[in-house]
């Protein structure tokens, strides 16, 4: 049985168009490769951040829902965490 995740991730704000986009593909390519399926994708955009993240005062956010089986959300973060793109991220069950 698939459950309902929401995964939050920033991206660093001193990334160009294109390499944001493929950092955001990246991600929902590694969700579809394991077993997963993305509902909805919605792109904040750059916002300020609450305090600084490696000299950063602005990321770009993504939120993501998505289905998958359980033990995908450890590979998803596995995955998150080696991006260099990738500031911070946050993945969450959703309740039914």
């Given at each position: 049985m698939l459950t309902s995740y929401e995964c939050l991730f920033i991206v660093r704000p001193d990334l160009?168009?294109?390499?944001t986009e493929a950092a955001i593909t990246r991600v929902l390519t590694q969700i579809?490769?394991?077993g997963?399926?993305?509902e909805n994708v919605d792109r904040w955009g750059k916002r300020r951040l609450a305090y600084l993240i490696d000299?950063?005062?602005e990321g770009v956010y993504t939120v993501v829902k998505l289905h998958a089986?359980?033990?995908v959300t450890a590979e998803l973060?596995?995955?998150?965490?080696l991006a260099p793109e990738v500031m911070r991220y946050l993945v969450?069950?959703?309740?039914?």
């Open positions: 160009d168009e294109e390499t579809g490769d394991l997963g399926t993305v000299d950063y005062r089986q359980a033990g973060e596995r995955g998150l965490k969450v069950k959703l309740e039914a």
